[in-house]
């Protein structure tokens, strides 16, 4: 069950820090720097799906607890992989180790996937553009290479980002207001990168260089293809939940050869309480 968390681990729960432990309890947030900020948790049912490894971050560059080994350098047998090169760390243009500081991004490897729990910055008015569209692109290329070393992926949570207009209410008259076509819509950085690695995305031009192919399926708009108001997010300070004018920012996607694996999706649309990005997936046994 991974999920955003503003705690810091000693007030998560027990046994709350990166790591597969016993209780099942996997966590972020034992390096960021600003407790209390950003973070994502995990909790697993071990008798039912029991990780094998866990790792904080998307570059490798930081070091499990009680270690001073990033998890990059650690053999092959005791990490989870699909790190970014050097040369794509360098043309991420962000700092490694403060892309990687504030707790976004957790890892569990399970036997038969990577399970990414992922809180992506949010568009702050322009502020740290640099800095989100370098996570984002970290992430894409961090799944890219787990999916060239065969390994199927899972990727959930806040990725604060609208996939289209049909996930964000009254969209095009928003780009009306705002004198923006369709295509400089979809051509928005964050926005662009996603819809590549999506199948079925949209993507106007060519496709970048190394994104020549999409490699994760949107889960819940796949059972849905056509819903419309299906949001997992509405702005608190216009109270906007109860009319439903909010935008869909949260997924569960997998793997596309992972598509047979799950029968249903849904989320809990109409819950005036709690995240109903929590979608339910139910996978085949």
């Not at 070393?149 to 049909?166: A, F, H, W, Y």
Request: hydrophobic share 30%.
């Amino acid at each position: 069950m991974p999920n955003n968390t503003s705690a810091p681990p000693q007030d998560a729960g027990a046994g709350f820090s990166t790591g597969v432990t016993r209780r099942g309890a996997i966590g972020t947030n034992t390096n960021c720097q600003t407790p209390g900020y950003s973070g994502v948790g995990i909790y697993t049912r071990q008798s039912v799906c029991a990780p094998i490894r866990a790792e904080e971050g998307l570059l490798g560059v930081l070091c499990p607890p009680d270690s001073s080994t990033p998890y990059r350098e650690l053999p092959d047998d005791q990490c989870i992989g699909g790190y970014p090169t050097p040369t794509q760390i360098a043309d991420l243009g962000v700092d490694p180790a403060v892309l990687d500081a504030e707790g976004r991004c957790v890892v569990l490897e399970f036997p038969a996937f990577v399970l990414f729990g992922i809180y992506s910055p949010a568009n702050s008015n322009g502020m740290r553009d640099d800095f989100r569209y370098g996570f984002v692109t970290a992430l894409d290329t961090r799944i890219r290479n787990l999916e060239k070393m065969g390994k199927r992926v899972i990727l959930t949570g806040d990725l604060n980002v609208s996939r289209e207009e049909i996930d964000t209410a009254k969209a095009e008259e928003s780009m009306r207001k705002e004198g923006i076509t369709r295509e400089e819509y979809f051509s928005a950085p964050n926005r662009r990168l996603f819809n590549q690695l999506l199948e079925g995305g949209r993507v106007y031009g060519e496709r970048d260089e190394g994104r020549e192919k999409p490699v994760l399926w949107d889960i819940c708009r796949g059972f849905h293809e056509g819903r419309k108001g299906m949001y997992t997010h509405w702005e608190q300070k216009i109270n906007a939940r109860p009319g439903n004018y909010g935008s869909r920012i949260d997924y569960v996607l997998c793997s596309i050869e992972m598509k047979s694996w799950i029968s249903d999706s849904n989320i809990q649309e109409g819950l005036m309480v709690g995240k109903p990005e929590l979608h339910s997936c139910s996978f085949l046994s």
